[in-house]
């Protein structure tokens, strides 16, 4: 009897380690294949159009795009008077997607706690976008750069408008981010593992018929492309 509870006991650590390792080999095996399995494969950069970013700090994502260009216009949503400081309104606004809390509670990747990692993975309605300011940005190593048609650029900014949470009279909802060039905005949407800040940016460029890979939940699988 006792040696039947030993191995019981062993039997249920090995299923705790081994069921989490194994989902973990999926999702990173599925991340993988998603992100090099490209969608819109016929797609080449536009030579005339408009000029956009992708630029990631190596976990997270985000999309740099124009306020004002080809007929669109950001600025009823990231609002100058929004600023402490006017002068920090950038030419371009660099838009990432993704968790509230862990938005809100780590400002680096060592601030993260790891309930609002568990939440993150487990999935979370509470989403924000952070905005950042930048005057006329130039390509970097994290930073690249490509070309998109006019009628692919307003699918992409008719996608970041939609991803704004309104209040009653129509208007964003900024918040104080990390810096006096940057706010948060309540957003729509469902954080999860499955639906992360990368691929909300994989999706907004494949939405809009750039070449990206099918499931983009890590950086990889939106940087390599560009």
């Not at 705790?16 to 992100?35: D, E, H, K, R, T």
């Not at 997270?60 to 216009?73: C, M, N, Q, T, W």
């Not at 996608?159 to 948060?184: E, H, K, M, T, W």
């Amino acid at each position: 009897m006792k040696l039947f509870r030993i191995n019981s006991v062993w039997r249920a650590i090995r299923a705790v380690i081994a069921w989490p390792a194994l989902l973990l080999g999926i999702y990173m095996a599925s991340a993988f294949i998603g992100s090099f399995v490209p969608a819109n494969n016929e797609w080449t950069p536009s030579p005339k159009g408009v000029d956009i970013f992708v630029e990631t700090n190596g976990i997270h994502v985000s999309l740099i795009v124009p306020i004002r260009i080809a007929g669109e216009d950001l600025s009823d949503l990231i609002r100058l008077e929004q600023l402490h400081n006017p002068n920090l309104y950038g030419t371009h606004a660099m838009i990432g997607w993704g968790h509230g809390r862990v938005y809100r509670n780590a400002e680096t990747w060592a601030d993260v706690q790891s309930g609002d990692i568990g939440s993150a993975i487990l999935g979370s309605d509470d989403t924000l976008l952070h905005v950042y300011h930048v005057t006329n940005p130039a390509p970097l190593i994290n930073r690249k750069q490509f070309r998109v048609s006019e009628k692919q650029y307003r699918l992409i900014i008719r996608q970041v408008r939609a991803s704004f949470r309104r209040n009653a009279n129509g208007q964003s909802i900024a918040y104080p981010a990390y810096g006096s060039d940057n706010l948060f905005y309540k957003s729509v949407g469902h954080y999860s593992a499955l639906n992360t800040c990368n691929t909300w940016v994989g999706r907004v460029l494949k939405n809009a018929g750039v070449r990206i890979g099918i499931w983009t939940p890590l950086p990889g699988g939106v940087m390599r492309w560009f």
